[in-house]
């Protein structure tokens, strides 16, 4: 999944969740609360934890798309770990040069054994 796909999948939750929320706690809160009094003194708190609900819910899902992030930065060092290892393990020279300028750009070890 791409960064900007990811974002919009973090987006749609968080916004899923605030639409559930607006339908559903004021219903709540008028289940709990039987006056105005009572309902208009419960409405901050009903905010507050909206607010330290949606912020636990943002940091998860962050986190988990860091923890996805940092795997795949795992795997692929991993890969080119395994690159490096059968590019230098190879026993002739291997040269990777700018096909445009013809500089060398990188040689396995065995290239750099033999020509420095």
């Known amino acids: 999944m791409s960064p900007l ?4 999948k973090i987006a749609g ?3 899923g969740f605030g639409v559930l929320w607006i339908l ?4 709540l809160l008028g289940l709990l609360a039987t006056d105005p009094a009572s309902y208009a003194a419960l409405q901050p708190w009903k905010g507050s934890f909206y607010v330290v609900v949606t912020a636990l819910l943002v940091v998860t899902l962050a ?5 996805e ?5 795992r795997r692929s060092q991993e890969s080119e770990d395994r690159l490096r290892a059968i590019f ?3 026993g002739d020279a291997i040269f990777l040069h700018d096909s445009r300028t013809g ?3 990188q040689a396995n070890s ?6 420095g």
């Open 24 to 27: 559903l706690s004021d219903h």
């Open 13 to 15: 939750i968080y916004a």
């Open 88 to 90: 230098d393990g190879v």
């Open 5 to 8: 796909q990811r974002a919009w």
């Open 63 to 67: 986190r988990r798309a860091f923890q």
């Open 69 to 73: 992030q940092q795997d795949l930065l």
């Open 110 to 115: 065995t290239g750099e054994a033999l020509f």
């Open 103 to 105: 500089r060398i750009l």
